[in-house]
């Protein structure tokens, strides 16, 4: 018994011990201030998620754009608009998808590889957001099928973000999956809630990490792992409409060898990544890849068009011209689609589109790990392992880069710098390496969807209430405020 009690001792005081000259080491380090906090443990956790933005502010003004907060049993520094680029820019020094993972494992909750979809990103980037001229025609025809299905002749939608989700999730599902699989009113109804039907899972906060680094993720993958959730029917359903339709494809390969003429899809990337040499490819890998992609995709687009349908109904003095603008389109129109260029031709709305998303991303966003110790232009020094998070709102509303009132919605304000750019002060699609890959696709699905919502109905919200973005925390969400959509009789 003595003997167990002395090893227990000397292990306590050698994790003193390495803590203490781990923290000694990190000393040297010329680190960016540590706000003060009353509450030993807590730290600033508390005061962090009551009122982000107010707090953030009060932080800026007294430490300086650089400074560092203890949240949730770790300490995580916070840049603004100067050195964020830096961080985005740095990829052998900081890591986004390292630090997302620690809080969404989502190769862990599939009982992957790490990095297992490493090559999705430069898929969709390739297939699909480089090649939009073969989307542009399928992306109407099923974005006008689902306008109709769900708004008709008019309707109020309360809330509002939910309809959208099946109206974005037409598009995508005959983008990612073929058109015939987009009529599948069960297979669209999975691609439309996949991912906000996870969101209450990924909203626990991580008390857990008070108590160890990393707690929390292990009790989110047993979560996952040991009870019914719906992202575990959500992949069922994909996986049961995916199989006869592999199959298919993979017969059709074997019976016409190089004059097969494969479908324009991300299904048909995917069977090619994964094809053995006797035509088989494995139905749980390509669903896993599936059901990746839409978790990346349908949420946040219906999220976008939502805010600005919102911003639309806000601001009824600027209707009148980008109306007109839709309706110039409409004049030339010399077939039954537009094509992808006269798509780009809608500059105002593009502006609109982009200063929507402006105004209404995150307070903080893209939390990336230092994976070395990194020196900061400013001087200021940050230990490996320390998290690293741009504070998005104030890299928005910057004056000197936004140009005056950069806390007013100015519609025009980006005519000339397309939403799909990646700039350093414009950080709605992140930058650098890890800039969202589907982004051009996204943002010509919402232009095309806000076109002919325009076009067809006069867009006001209920009680001609002000939609404003709900926050919790840090972030950012819809608005519920109803928007009635009226059919317009003068088109």
């Not at 010399?334 to 260029?341: A, D, F, L, N, V």
């Not at 104030?394 to 519609?411: I, L």
Request: hydrophobic content about 40%; some cysteine.
């Amino acid at each position: 018994m003595n003997l167990i009690i002395q090893f227990i001792s000397l292990g306590i005081i050698f994790f003193i011990a390495s803590k203490l000259l781990r923290r000694n080491q990190e000393l040297k380090l010329n680190e960016p201030p540590l706000v003060p906090y009353k509450l030993p443990i807590i730290g600033h956790t508390f005061d962090f998620y009551r009122n982000t933005e107010k707090f953030l502010a009060k932080c800026a003004e007294e430490y300086g754009e650089t400074f560092s907060l203890y949240i949730f049993g770790k300490i995580e520094t916070f840049v603004g608009s100067r050195l964020s680029p830096e961080v985005f820019k740095s990829d052998k020094d900081f890591n986004f998808d390292i630090a997302f993972k620690e809080k969404f494992p989502l190769e862990a909750f599939m009982d992957r590889a790490d990095k297992y979809f490493a090559p999705l990103p430069r898929i969709i980037f390739t297939y699909l957001s480089q090649q939009l001229p073969s989307y542009t025609e399928r992306v109407q025809r099923t974005l006008t099928k689902a306008i109709k299905e769900q708004i008709g002749d008019g309707t109020v939608l309360q809330p509002p973000l939910k309809t959208f989700q099946l109206i974005i999730a037409r598009p995508i599902a005959a983008s990612l999956l073929g058109e015939e699989l987009s009529e599948d009113k069960e297979l669209v109804n999975t691609v439309a809630y996949a991912s906000s039907d996870f969101i209450p899972f990924l909203s626990i906060p991580p008390f857990l990490d008070f108590i160890y680094p990393l707690l929390h993720q292990k009790f989110m993958i047993l979560l996952f792992k040991l009870f019914t959730n719906p992202f575990k029917v959500h992949r069922e359903v994909i996986k049961r409409k995916l199989t006869p339709v592999l199959e298919k494809r993979l017969n059709d390969m074997k019976r016409d060898g190089e004059s097969y003429v494969p479908p324009v899809d991300i299904l048909q990337k995917l069977i090619e990544l994964v094809i053995e040499d006797d035509y088989k490819a494995d139905i749980d890998i390509i669903t896993d890849y599936v059901i990746t992609a839409i978790f990346a995709a349908t949420h946040t687009t219906s999220t976008f068009l939502t805010n600005a349908t919102h911003k639309y109904a806000n601001h009824p003095e600027i209707q009148k011209e980008l109306l007109e603008e839709q309706e110039r389109l409409l004049e030339n129109k010399s077939g039954p689609y537009y094509t992808s260029e006269q798509i780009d031709s809608l500059v105002k709305l593009d502006s609109f589109f982009k200063e929507t998303l402006r105004m209404t991303t995150s307070i903080v966003f893209f939390e990336h790990k230092a994976l070395n110790p990194y020196t900061f232009s400013s001087g200021h020094q940050v230990p490996k392992g320390r998290h690293v998070t741009t504070r998005l709102q104030e890299v928005h509303r910057e004056e000197e880069s936004q140009g005056e009132n950069p806390n007013e919605f100015n519609f025009l304000r980006h005519v000339g710098a397309p939403a799909p750019r990646v700039e350093k002060n414009f950080l709605a699609f992140s930058f650098g390496k890890h800039a969202c890959p589907g982004r051009y696709f996204a943002t010509s699905e919402i232009k095309t969807a806000l076109h002919y919502l325009l076009l067809n109905y006069n867009i006001k919200t209920v009680n001609d209430e002000i939609a404003i973005p709900q926050i919790k925390g840090p972030y950012r969400f819809s608005s519920d405020v109803g928007i009635v959509f009226e059919k317009r009789k003068d088109i």
